[in-house]
Structures are given as structure tokens and as C-alpha cells.
């Protein structure tokens, strides 16, 4: 995936790491331009460096929107997508069954800013899901496959409900990414990502992206989103949606909220992310490769209890999955062993290749059991809410060889009965 650099003659081929905090000027009068947004060029890394933007500039081609940029996380990148249409008194909805990280973030973290989310069942029909919605709901939330329940989400009907209340569709679409499923195609506005995971795919870096359509229309909705229609007090009463069209979003999320927060993603992280993504459609193929015949294998295992990849004709959510991601999902597996919670965990303990690590949807195959850590905050009912059994194993199928994934399962299985 070659978007994003081009060098033209005697420039570097690989995207130089512009490992500096600062850009030089000649005048006074120069940089001061650049600080009224009457220029446009770089000043200071925690807004905008070269190598950032470039690397953002390849995940917004990937994924068809207009602008982006890279975030720190995948947290601070949902974080700032929703903050940058939210403030203290507004409220908005979001599918319970996301990643567990963000469930928090949204149901108690934001609440402590004065924004509150609504979680709903993303299964359920239009109408209850709108029963959700408020006058001062400012956007719907969802993730295009779940973590770690990896449930597929009806993004044309998530979209069609947001733009009836008249307010933006945000979408995770970290495990198929843009390579599997391109969520502007099907209505959605801004997508986000942790680049931490398919992106980077090596483990190396933490990071995320936020990228805008584009086809939001914020100005439609008086001042609503006055955060981005009315002059903003703290750059010189300047207008996002006049002052940059279609790239308003995004330039308000780098303008105001990364310069006030800071949650830059370091130029070396980026030029790892770079390199993940020259790779990300070879790897993204076999991953789902992989996965489908470990999926087979277990679906046919007598010692699994229950198995959810969607990938299977007989999963719940393999019509939306074909639907939206024809050439597969992703590689994770979201399965259970029989005989409850501690046989789950005695066959993640009895792993070989497959390591236990926190963390998903890299090259290397690896296992989690939410319930017992990344999910461990939540109770009981907030577990089931987020789809979460309590004996759900999640299985990150990496791009080794299938036959050792199978076979290292094979002989962990063994100590189950
Ligand atoms: C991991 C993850 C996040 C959080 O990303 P970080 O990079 O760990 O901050 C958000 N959404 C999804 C779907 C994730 O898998």
C-alpha cells in the first residue's frame, strides 16, 4: 500500500521518521501566520508532524475519507471522535457490546465530564434502538466487529438511525479494518481505529486514527454541533465547517483537541505503522484464512461448547458478515471449552505457540480469557451486556502456519475432558 509517500527524484523510497519536535522559519511574521491557520505547515509535533500526517494520509485513502489523523491509542483516538461533537450536558449511543476499554471510557469516565452514553443492544430493531436517542444526542457509536465478542454490526441500519436523529454514525473499525470493510461505503461518517492492533500487526507500537468522511453535513443541523458551525473562541473566532469544508472535523480534533490534550502518536511509532500497513492486505488474507479453518476445526471439536466466528454458515452473524466483509472478517475467534470457566482456563494454561498476552490481532497467534483480564472491571451484568460469557476465550489467529495453530490446540485440548 504504497498511498501517502511519494517521493519524487532523489528522495528517500521509505517514509522518512521526521524525529523532531520542531519546523524552522525565516521571519516572525511566518510563524505567526501558521499560528492564525492562514498557512498551513508544521510547527510543533504534538499538532502535526510529516510523518504523522503522511502514515494518516495512507489510513484515510485505505478507508475512502477525506482527512485524517493518528492518536496515541485507539482510546484517545474514541475518545477525541466523540469529544469533538460532545460536550458537558450532551449525550449519545453507542452498541453495548464493544471492546471493554471503550465501555468504560464512555459509561464512566466521560460521565465524570458531564457526557453521557446510552448503551444499547445493536441486535435490536430500529425503533427501539431510536427509543434511545434525546434531543441533545449528538452521535451514534458502534464497532464494526466486536471485541471481543466479534459480532458483526449492521452498519446500513446503525447509519439510517443516526441520520434520521441528525447526528453522525462513529465507527470502530479496528479487527476487519479497511482492507475487509470500508464502513463509509455503508453510511457511516467517521471511522476510528487502535492502530495498535491489524495496523501496526507486529505488536511494536500503541496507537490509533481517526478518519472523517467527509459526508457529514454539520452545518444542516443549525448550531447543534456548534463546536464545529460557530466561531471557536480559542482560535481567533475562526469557523471549522467555513474556514475547512469537509476537512472541519477533523481539522477541529487536531486544532483544539490535540493541542489542548496532546495525545500525539511519536513519529517512530508511525513509521512502524507505516511499515505494518505496506503489508496489512497480504496479512489481513491470511488471518482470515487461518482463522476460518481453525474455526471449522473447533466448530467440529466435541471438547468446544459453543464457538462464534462469523466466518461459519452457521454463526448468527454470518449474513451481515458476507454482507459487509465478503472477503472474511478478521482473525479472531471468540469460543468457549465444555465444562465451564476452569477448563477454559486449563487449555489457555496448557498453550504452547499460542501465547497468553493482552493484546489481539497481531501476525503471532495469541489467547485472552476478557473475563478474568481485560475485562475484569466489569461485573456481572455489565459482562453479559458486553457480550461476554464468563467462559469466553479469545482466540487471535496469527498468520503462522494453520497446521501448528491446530496442532498446538490439539494437545492443549487434551487436557480437558
Ligand atoms: C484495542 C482496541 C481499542 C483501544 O485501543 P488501544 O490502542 O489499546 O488504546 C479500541 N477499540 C477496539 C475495537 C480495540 O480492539
Known amino acids: 500500500m504504497q498511498e501517502g509517500w511519494h517521493p519524487t527524484k532523489g528522495e528517500p523510497r521509505i517514509l522518512p521518521i521526521y524525529q523532531s519536535t520542531t519546523f524552522k522559519y525565516d521571519t516572525s511574521e511566518q510563524m505567526a501566520r501558521l499560528f492564525d491557520l492562514k498557512d498551513s505547515g508544521y510547527f510543533y509535533t504534538r499538532l502535526q508532524n510529516p510523518t504523522n500526517d503522511t502514515v494518516a494520509a495512507k489510513i484515510t485513502a485505505l478507508e475512502g475519507g477525506v482527512a485524517g489523523m493518528l492518536t496515541s491509542s485507539g482510546q484517545a483516538a474514541n475518545f477525541y471522535a466523540v469529544f469533538n461533537v460532545c460536550e458537558t450536558g450532551d449525550h449519545f449511543v453507542c452498541a453495548s457490546t464493544i471492546y471493554g476499554g471503550t465501555y468504560n471510557l464512555f459509561g464512566i469516565t466521560m460521565k465524570k465530564f458531564g457526557i453521557e452514553c446510552t448503551f444499547v443492544d445493536a441486535d ?48 470502530d ?16 461518517d467517521i471511522v476510528t481505529h487502535s492502530t495498535t492492533k491489524y495496523m501496526d500487526g507486529h505488536a511494536t507500537s500503541v496507537g490509533g486514527a481517526i478518519v472523517d468522511s467527509g459526508n457529514f453535513d454539520w452545518d444542516a ?37 490535540m493541542r489542548d490534550m496532546g495525545s500525539i502518536q511519536s513519529p517512530f511509532d508511525a513509521f512502524l505503522l507505516n511499515l505494518g500497513l505496506e503489508t496489512l492486505h497480504l496479512r489481513m488474507q491470511r488471518h482470515c484464512e487461518n ?16 464457538i462464534n466466528y462469523s466466518g461459519l454458515k452457521t454463526d448468527k452473524y454470518h449474513a451481515l458478515a458476507e454482507k459487509y466483509m465478503p472477503n472474511g472478517t478478521c ?34 497467534s495469541c489467547v485472552l480469557h476478557p473475563a478474568s483480564h481485560t475485562h475484569r472491571q466489569l461485573s456481572d451484568e455489565q459482562l453479559r451486556e458486553a457480550g461476554v460469557a464468563p467462559d ?10 494453520v497446521g501448528d495453530i491446530i496442532a498446538d490446540i490439539e494437545q492443549a485440548l487434551q487436557y480437558i475432558n
Open 221 to 257: 443541523y443549525g448550531d447543534k454541533f456548534h463546536g464545529l458551525t460557530t466561531p471557536d473562541p480559542s482560535y481567533h473566532g475562526l469557523t471549522y465547517t467555513k474556514a475547512f469544508g469537509k476537512a472541519a472535523f477533523i481539522t477541529k480534533a487536531t486544532a483544539q483537541l
Open 173 to 188: 473499525n479496528t479487527f476487519p479494518t479497511p482492507i475487509n470493510c470500508r464502513p463509509f461505503e455503508w453510511g457511516a
Open 331 to 364: 482473525g479472531v475467534i471468540a469460543f468457549a471449552t465444555k465444562g465451564s470457566r476452569e477448563a477454559s482456563l486449563r487449555f489457555i494454561d496448557h498453550l504452547k505457540m499460542i501465547a497468553i498476552v493482552t493484546h489481539v490481532a497481531d501476525a503471532r
Open 291 to 306: 482463522a476460518q479453518k481453525v474455526a471449522e476445526y473447533l466448530a467440529a471439536n466435541p471438547k468446544i461448547a459453543w
Open 124 to 171: 435490536a430493531d430500529e425503533e427501539t434502538i431510536s427509543a434511545a436517542f434525546r434531543p441533545n444526542t449528538k452521535a451514534l457509536f458502534g464497532e464494526t466487529v466486536t471485541n471481543p465478542g466479534v459480532t458483526v454490526l449492521d452498519i446500513e441500519k446503525f447509519a439510517r438511525i443516526a441520520h434520521r436523529h441528525g447526528v453522525p454514525l462513529i465507527v
Open 392 to 401: 469466553l476465550i479469545r482466540l487471535s489467529v496469527g498468520i503462522e502456519n
